[in-house]
């Protein structure tokens, strides 16, 4: 994954990372907390009826510009391909896999993306894009079973057949499947009829209502339709938002500047 405008030195900046960087587990997993607590999962686009530009050198120019200061996210097409950059800019080697969602009612295709990056002889799953209960940190493959403890999050991946994971969180103490993946490679032009489809069929909840999650070292600020959730050590607080109020409160809570 490239973009000829993608600058590391300016991607740190636009999630405020000013530590040293190196190829190690360390860096990737503090990067990934950085992005996630500055840089906004937002469906914008999508609800100004626009197809979401999988061009790498849009998507750098959406979330990062020229002076890292942009004031936009985006799903996880976008934030994980931005990711996606950055690690090759640190240069670790990934792959991202086709993730079937399994928290709805019905069989889903696979539709969501995550990487799986290599770094110090393991592959970490790494996903920037997932909403509401999406990893606040990388997992490592060579952990099925082990439940982790991310912030006030708890998540495990298993293993159902060998080469097949789940990864699930604890939602009201039971284990709750997110999505499933396998280690197949995917290129990035296989995400495009994917996000044809999540950027304009009715029935995905990105067409259905405005969607923009943003975690927090406590928790999580989501906005979901005219909803604002706000969870702070477990404990979720929950307001109506008039349409009026909306680009404040984007800008106030998730750095957002439509």
Known sequence: MYASNFSLELYLQRIGY????QPDIATVTALMQQQLRSIAFENLDVQAKKVVSLEPEQIVAKIVGNDGKARRGGYCYEVNGLFAMAMTALGLEYQFVFCRPMFYPMRRPKTHMALLVKVEGQQLLCDLGFGSYGLRAPIALSQVNLAQQQDFDLFRLISPEPGQYVLQAQLDNNWVNQYGFDLYPADWLDFMPAN??????????????????LQTAQGRKMLVGNEFKQTVAGVTQVQQVEAAQVAALLEAEFGLKA
């Open 196 to 213: 044809f489809l999540n950027s304009t069929h009715p029935d995905t909840i990105f067409v259905q209502k405005l969607l923009i999650i």
């Open 18 to 21: 000013q530590q040293p960087v």
